[in-house]
């Protein structure tokens, strides 16, 4: 059974940092990984997916890097904002079954 | 709808209950999958709809809890004799097919007293 493991469980930063987020799973024979992002009492918004084949995908400050021989990925993001605090989700497809992590709650202060 | 639309919002129900939640997925997307999240925690996988066929039902907890998709479109997760410890944030998601990228609705908040 996939197991996805995100670490820090928590992250807080002084706005304007670069900072990485880290997503890991067990089982490397997978089709994608998605991330998403998730704000208090809401659902989850997609921010990237990587694709079995790609090792990397971009959106704005947003770069997502996939490893799949090592089962690893991680979340870049780049001259962090206020508005990036959030919780975020990574989540590996294997086969139709879409398995989480437990999220990384990031603060990012003034 | 332009995304996936998940009714009601927020429902309270007593213990013992009969609740459903409803999912309206994305128009034309085939796959659809629900999924429970309890306070910080990372969503639970519950039931995967390809069409209107159950292809994955391996997460549903016990046979109090039940999932429909008639029409291969809205799909009906359905808890009998709710108890306290059903409650949780039910998330839908649903994509074009299998294996591609998913969007989620807002979810519904279930609190059984």
């Known amino acids: 059974k996939q197991e996805v493991t995100q670490i820090p469980a928590a992250l807080s930063v002084p706005e304007g940092e670069n900072l990485v987020l880290n997503c890991s799973f067990t089982d490397s024979a997978i089709y994608n990984l998605q991330w998403f992002r998730q704000d208090p009492g809401k659902g989850l918004t997609s921010l990237l997916l990587i694709q079995s084949s790609q090792r990397e995908q971009t959106s704005g400050r947003l770069n997502a890097s996939l490893d799949k021989s090592s089962g690893r990925s991680t979340l870049y993001i780049a001259a962090s904002q206020p508005g990036d605090s959030a919780t975020y989700l990574c989540?590996?497809?294997?086969?139709?079954?879409?398995?989480f992590g437990a999220g990384t709650r990031l603060t990012v202060k003034p | 709808g332009a995304g996936v639309s998940q009714t009601p919002s927020n429902k309270v129900t007593e213990k013992g209950k009969y609740v459903e939640l409803r999912c309206d997925p994305i128009?034309?997307?085939?796959?659809l999958y629900w999924y429970r999240q309890s306070l910080g925690q990372g969503p639970e996988f519950l039931i995967y709809f390809q069409g209107t066929g159950a292809a994955d039902d391996s997460g549903l907890p016990n046979d109090r809890f039940f999932a429909v998709r008639p029409e291969g479109s809205v799909s009906t997760l359905k808890i009998q004799r709710t108890e306290r410890g059903d409650s949780a944030v039910y998330l839908c998601?649903?994509?074009?097919?299998?294996?591609?990228?998913?969007?989620f609705g807002q979810g519904t908040r279930l609190t059984v007293v």
């Open positions: 128009s034309g997307h085939t796959a």
């Open positions: 989540a590996v497809m294997d086969n139709n079954d879409m398995r």
């Open positions: 998601a649903s994509s074009l097919m299998g294996n591609t990228e998913a969007f």
